[in-house]
């Protein structure tokens, strides 16, 4: 495998993060690419404050959401193996939990691998739309001892018994962090930074709002407005979200964490954690169902696909809202992404999309979505029928197509659901009202145009 990043590889990868950051609005983005241990690749793109029009660099600190929890799990990895505490030990061990069943109690793995049997409980959302502004529940939710007693409210909500299946559960993170705090008798936030940040070099990642707020790389979080447009807004910080979301890091840093998760968990010779014990992190644990690379599962802090383009991948994404990041890394090719956003959210076609570069692939052959993603694009438009007596938009709304329609008489707007997803495909169906399908077709027309057949209607693209 070739150790450099061509030309060619930069081009398409910056023309698919360019295009990503149009298509969902995002201000600023800052990436970089690892192989065997080096950093490979490493750019910002777009504005880290969009009013002083300051730009992202691959320095810029970004709120990198839920991949924290990979942290969170490490240090009660380095717990485990120091003695101090048992994958095995009953959460209620070592704090008043009182979800589950007698018999068969909520464990510490149960909490790591989100196989607790309890369904999400909305706790990092009632934080963080507190601590953004953007809406008020009147949870009491302002220090530990409010967390625990809504915890331990939520008997009810009890879904499964442990290992029976998969629930994202945010709350047991909080939990894990909270083990972390009182096990070590150091802070959580502190340990962290001790035991994990230290060491890997990662002096400006933090979990403190001062920090955040005197370090002059930082990112301005935004919020997606309904419309589109972005409004600048805080990020949330919160000691409650620490263990599941409430880290801080630029690229530049995340790399050096990816580099000892691909190296047996040590960093320029020092050795955070028995690679025994990092191997369990990085397995799967936990079924989440089939996406589009095969199985999906979860092990500790990390999600796994099983099947890359023929190669296990271990990832997580993350989200503060108005901040996310993506980290992602193939074990045996050792190469691993690292990407970052301010706002809340940007997919996962640009990390797929590097780490398939890195490898040497087709991105539109051996990426289906994207192949899918530039036919579903080159169908939007406004078509029009004869004379203009019929118009509709078809305009890309997530994943469907969606045909608009708007007259003096009615208006309409109505998903066009795939026969199937595979790349070229032009024939779609509308679900009726009245129940049955009504088919769609686009086909090319006499005259080199896209043509619309809807029903009784041929309508022509305009001005393509």
């Known amino acids: 495998m070739k150790s450099e990043f061509s030309d060619e590889s930069r081009r398409k990868l910056e023309t698919i ?3 990503t950051m149009e298509s969902v609005h995002a201000p600023g983005l800052s990436i970089a690419l690892v192989r065997d241990g080096e950093v490979m690749y490493a750019e910002g793109f777009g504005a880290r404050n969009v ?6 660099t691959p320095n810029t600190l970004y709120g990198i959401g839920s991949c924290t929890k990979s942290f969170t799990a490490l240090a009660v990895m380095q717990l ?3 003695g101090k505490l048992d994958l095995s030990d009953p959460v209620g061990k070592h704090l008043p939990f009182e979800l589950g069943f007698e018999d068969d109690p909520v464990t510490l793995h149960h909490l790591l691998s989100m196989s607790s049997g309890i369904p999400s409980l909305g706790m990092a959302g009632i934080l963080i739309e507190r601590m953004t502004g953007v809406g008020e529940s009147w949870v009491p939710m302002t220090d530990m001892d409010d967390f625990l007693l809504f915890v331990n409210g939520a008997r009810e909500e009890v879904a499964a018994r442990p290992a029976q299946r998969y629930f994202y559960l945010n709350t047991g993170f909080t939990l894990l962090g ?15 930074a001790e035991r994990i940040l230290r060491p890997l070099g990662m002096g ?13 790389d930082a990112m301005t979080a935004y919020r997606k407005e309904k419309d589109g447009s972005l409004t600048p807004t805080v990020h949330p910080f919160h000691r409650l979200i620490y263990g599941p979301g409430g880290l801080l890091s630029p690229v530049s840093e995340l790399t050096n964490y990816l580099i000892m998760n691909m ?8 050795r955070l954690v028995d690679p025994g014990l990092l191997k369990e992190m990085h397995t799967g644990h936990t079924d989440r169902g089939t996406g589009v690379f095969g199985r999906n599962m979860y092990g500790y802090g990390w999600g796994i696909v099983e099947d890359f383009l023929g190669h296990e991948l271990v990832t997580h994404s993350g989200s503060t809202g108005v901040s996310s990041a993506i980290l992602g890394f193939i074990p045996d090719l050792k190469i691993g992404v690292a990407a970052a956003s301010n706002i809340g959210g940007f997919g996962y076609v640009i990390p797929h999309a590097a780490l398939a570069l890195l490898m040497g692939k087709d991105l539109e052959k051996d990426i289906p979505y994207l192949a899918e993603e530039k036919d579903l694009q080159g169908l939007t438009g406004e078509y029009e029928a004869y004379k203009g007596t019929n118009r509709v938009s078809v305009v890309k709304k997530g994943a469907l ?11 309409s707007s109505l998903p066009l659901i795939p026969e199937n997803r595979a790349a070229g495909n032009r024939r779609f169906n509308v679900y009726l009202p009245e129940g049955g399908l009504m088919p769609i077709e686009f086909a090319e027309g006499l005259d080199g145009r896209v043509d619309l057949y809807m029903e009784r209607w041929r309508l022509y693209r305009k001005g393509k």
Do not use: C, H, M, Q
């Open 178 to 192: 909270e083990v972390v705090e009182r096990v070590s008798g150091t802070p959580y936030e502190d340990y962290v």
């Open 204 to 216: 400006r990642s933090t979990f403190e709002k001062e920090a955040f707020e005197k370090d002059p």
């Open 80 to 82: 485990v193996e120091e």
């Open 401 to 411: 197509l969606f045909a608009e329609s708007k007259s003096r008489w009615s208006e």
């Open 263 to 270: 190296e047996g968990g040590a960093y320029e010779g020092e």
């Open 51 to 56: 009013e002083r029009n300051l730009p992202a």
């Open 17 to 19: 993060i360019t295009g």
